[in-house]
């Protein structure tokens, strides 16, 4: 069995915020409250927009997790693309992602490095 991961990323100031948990699990979109892990402090404030992005449960050639949003490199004829979930698996490029594995390079996401969606799409 796979582990449940997510990357999260707070907006307006499209911030990435480290693994955390919340006592309101609400994949609405919106934060009622959450916490690192251990820690007392919100790391988010009430009602703030908030976005989701599964752990696709592998790993690019070099280890790196690989998250939906997730640009990559598939050094092949398919060339770039940004990882999606879509009709029930993770894909790139309208192909399955595991068709990738292990050529597969992670080399930004849609948040971080929004510069590389002109060359992905």
């Known amino acids: 069995m796979r582990e449940i991961k997510f990357r999260a990323w ?14 309101e699990p609400e994949f609405n979109g919106y934060i009622n409250d959450i916490f690192s892990r251990g ?15 599964q752990f696709t449960g592998l790993r690019d050639k070099n280890g790196k997790e690989i998250y939906e949003g997730d640009m990559c490199d598939t050094y092949t004829r398919w ?3 940004v990882v999606r979930f879509e009709g029930g698996m993770f894909k790139l490029n309208g192909m399955s992602l595991c068709t990738f594995i292990p050529r ?18």
């Open 39 to 53: 820690g007392v402090k919100p790391l988010a404030p009430y009602g703030s927009k908030i976005t989701y992005l």
């Open 10 to 23: 707070i907006e307006p100031n499209i911030e990435k915020i480290p693994p955390y948990m919340s006592s």
């Open 79 to 81: 060339g770039k693309g």
């Open 104 to 121: 597969l390079e992670v080399i930004g996401n849609i948040y971080e490095n929004p510069e590389l969606l002109e060359v992905t799409t």
